[in-house]
Structure formats: C-alpha cells, structure tokens
C-alpha cells in the first residue's frame, strides 16, 4: 500500500497528499460541501465516502471502455491512489439538457432537451469565478494545445456516451457533469478529478427529482439521502 506524505494541496472538497514515488499521489475525499464558487458553504455527513466510491466506479468503467484515467486503486472508504497528473486549467462541462447556468446564461427553460450533447470549456481561476471561454481561448491563452484540447473535447463527448447508457439502466438521467483532465509525466492526457454528485446532475428518469449537489444549492434539504440514493443506484445495492 501508497504511504501518505506531505499535504500537497487542498480544495474545496479533497486533499491530496505525496506518496513515497513522485508518480503517485494519494486524493482524500472530504464533507465539506461549498456553491457558487464558494459563497455558500456547508457540510453533507458521508459525501466523501460516496464521492470517492462512486467516482473509481466510473472511472473503472471508463477504463474498460478505453478512456484514460488517472485511477490507479482505492485505498479506503476516502482515499484512493492516482497517477500524478498537472492538471490542465480548463473545466470541461458536458451538456444533455438545459440546467443551472446554462438556463440563466440563455434564458431557457430547465430540462429543455438539447438536438446533440455540448462541451463548453470554463477557465480554472476562482479569483475570476472561472469564466466560460471559446475552443479558441484555450488554445491562444496556452491553457492546452489545439491537439490536447481537441483530444480532450473527443474523451469528454465519449465519457458522456458511456455514462449515459450506464446511468439510464439505472433509471438515471446524465443531465450535464463537469470533469476535468491532467497530463502525466509523458505528456499523456487523462480523466482526472472525480465523477460524483457533486460534479454531475443526475436526475431520476421518471420524476425528475434531483439526486446532486443541486439540493444543497437550492436548499432542496435532502442531501445526504439523494447522495446515498444515488450510490445505491450505481452500486446496484451492493455494499
């Protein structure tokens, strides 16, 4: 097993700390819970547990399926060892249906379907509220090359086929979800990040109820029960 060493960073919902090799790291999923670029800010009991469970889920589906994750093992209800990664500053956000800012931003109506899934690319500054940006923003601003960044829209449009078709057996629907990708020590790009309720909107296919961090930005109340609803669905029940 990883040993855990120097805290090297942390953000608003894990840790992440040095191993004993420089091409690992060790991630630590927290509780605490924040919105609107950290205006808001709160606790969800056992959000940790489940975004770390429910993410290496995905990501060893996504492997399976040939997309490049910085997954290596899960090393306890919170912690889980990753391939160190310098993370690319573009948030990449996947859209199925009309939600959230895209709604405001447009003045569309929530759960409107979309002709086509979109990608859109957000900065990765806090101090500038990470501002949406243009294909050609990312490359003129060096945020990643034309080849990294079309790669990445590619991985992003297949990352929202597999889960998609995953979630709805489940009686889920992928409304929209933001992930993000790094590059390792050969230049390499993978998935990196998480995939959880809190960086997903996943709606149940039949009632439409919310079942994400949209119930603690809206103060829908609910939370820890639409996590644990969640992972239940994506577990299949198992424990």
């Known amino acids: 097993m990883a040993v855990k060493g120097k805290q090297l960073y942390e953000g608003k919902a894990k840790k992440v700390f040095a191993t004993e090799t420089p091409d690992y790291y060790i991630v630590d999923y927290k509780d605490d819970a924040t919105a609107f670029n950290g205006v808001k800010r709160g606790s969800i009991y056992g959000k940790g547990v489940v975004n770390n469970k429910m993410s290496n889920i995905f990501f060893e589906i996504l492997e399976q399926n040939g997309i490049p994750t910085h997954f290596v093992e899960t090393l306890s209800d919170r912690e889980t060892l990753v391939r160190a990664v310098t993370i690319v500053p573009v948030e990449v956000v996947v859209r ?3 939600a959230g800012s895209m709604a405001k931003r447009l003045g569309l109506e929530e759960g409107m379907e979309l002709s086509r899934p979109i990608v859109e690319f957000y900065y990765k500054n806090d101090e500038l509220g990470d501002p949406l940006i243009t294909d050609d923003h990312v490359e003129v601003l060096g945020l990643a090359t034309a080849a990294q960044r079309d790669e990445i ?11 998609k078709e995953f979630l709805l057996a489940r009686q889920v629907t992928l409304v929209d979800f933001k992930i993000e990708f790094g590059l390792d020590k050969t230049g390499r ?3 990196a990040d998480e995939i959880s309720p809190d960086t997903c909107r996943f709606w149940d296919s039949t009632t439409g109820d919310k079942l994400d961090k949209d119930r603690f930005r809206r103060d829908l109340g609910g939370v820890e029960e639409a996590y644990a609803e969640m992972m239940q669905r994506v577990t299949g029940g198992a424990k």
């Open 96 to 98: 199925n249906l009309v």
């Open 189 to 191: 790009v993978l998935l």
């Open 153 to 163: 829209k590619a991985l992003a449009l297949k990352v929202n086929s597999i889960l």
